[in-house]
């Protein structure tokens, strides 16, 4: 009988431990939780400022090429490409 109940107490000792450790592992996992929320945030953050840059140096490149006459050319051609392509598609819109 006593064997029994040193069992019954191991038992209970150890569901008591488990008991803590769930509780501990919960307050962890809510902590890391926070923390990636956190961290995608602060990426989500840092992409939107990588294309706010990417942005910023297609710009500048684009001032910088227009001092150069074959470049500025080449972006006219383009540009002239782009408006067609435009006026391809608000024709087809309006059939």
């Known amino acids: 009988m006593e064997e ?3 069992k019954l107490e191991t038992s209970r000792n150890l569901l008591v431990q488990l008991g803590s450790e769930i509780s501990r592992l919960k307050r962890e996992n809510e902590t890391l939780s926070q923390a990636v929320q956190e961290a995608q945030g602060n990426l989500d953050d840092k992409v ?4 706010e840059w990417k942005q910023k140096y297609e710009a500048l490149r684009l001032a910088k090429s227009m001092d150069n006459p074959e470049a500025r050319e080449a972006l006219q051609a383009k540009i002239d490409l782009y408006l067609n392509e435009i006026n391809t598609c608000l024709k087809l819109f309006g059939d």
């Open 4 to 6: 029994l109940l040193h």
């Open 48 to 51: 939107l400022e990588c294309e």
